[in-house]
């Protein structure tokens, strides 16, 4: 990349270490949305895939939520990876019918039928030339009848956020607090910087930061490309960003 300020290809290498601790509150909110939202998915029409499966934890909430699916876990990032490959290690059950990709959306093959595809904190990571590409391919994914859960990421737009911190968690003697702020890059770009700190009572004894280059579309821009590419907007949870979209069985 020409523009100094972007972030290397593999953003997410400093934020793995912290990243399921500092998702913990997040997890607690979309878990029930998102088992709500998968409930009539007719898992024997084809397997899940979760786009950006990063650690895992989207995957793990998409596999309890439907023990009978097969899915398929897309994830480009080798440090994200690792973490979900580890939990897949732990959990036999899961090594059994979760398939890892490692490469980009756009550049894996997918099943020809897909029951469902997830897309939890992923969306803002394409920009508005390739996202037209991404709708396509999902609804060309989808069996008749299948469902598309998007997360859109706040805020939705391009403005500048100030550092503010978004959750902190304990494990063993040390305090751990996650920090977030938004610098905009152009009119649709900008570079949320994510800041972990690690505590020893008031000793700082840890400090990372890591840096993701996004591309902000709010929750009516993208049902607008969702239905140029023939899904229906069909449930919205405003409180988690959630949106589901089904494509027509007369397709």
């Known amino acids: 990349m020409t523009d100094a300020r972007r972030p290397e290809p593999d953003s997410y290498a400093a934020a793995a270490e912290f990243y399921d601790l500092m998702a913990i509150p997040y997890v607690a ?3 029930p949305v998102l088992a709500e939202l998968l409930a009539e998915v007719d898992t024997v029409s084809g397997p899940i895939v979760d786009i950006g499966a990063g650690t ?3 995957t793990v909430m998409i596999a309890d939520t439907l023990p009978d699916a097969e899915l398929v876990a897309v994830e480009p990032a080798p ?7 580890s939990r897949l290690a732990a959990r036999k059950d899961l090594r059994e019918r979760i398939t890892v990709l490692p490469s980009g959306f756009l550049d894996c093959v997918l099943p020809d039928r897909c029951a469902a595809v997830v897309a939890l904190g992923v969306i803002g990571h394409f920009d508005a030339t390739a996202r037209p ?3 396509s391919t999902i609804a060309t994914a989808l069996a008749p009848g299948g469902s598309a859960v998007v997360e859109v990421q706040r805020p939705g737009r391009v403005s500048e956020v100030a550092e503010r911190r978004y959750t902190q968690a304990r494990a063993g003697a040390l305090r751990y607090e996650g920090w977030s ?6 009119a649709e ?6 800041t972990y700190r690690a505590y020893r009572d008031q000793l700082l004894v840890q400090e990372t930061v890591a840096e993701h280059l996004v ?3 709010g929750a009516e821009r993208l049902a607008e490309e ?5 899904l229906r907007l069909a449930a919205e949870d405003t409180d988690t960003g959630l949106l589901r979209f089904v494509k027509e069985r007369h397709q």
């Open 215 to 217: 591309w902000p579309v």
């Open 29 to 31: 909110q979309a878990e």
């Open 189 to 194: 770009a900008l570079i949320w910087r994510m």
């Open 226 to 230: 969702a239905v140029g590419a023939g």
């Open 133 to 135: 590409k991404v709708w």
């Open 181 to 186: 702020a938004a610098d905009p890059v152009d």
């Open 56 to 58: 895992g934890l989207s």
């Open 79 to 85: 440090t994200m990876r690792a973490v979900l490959m």
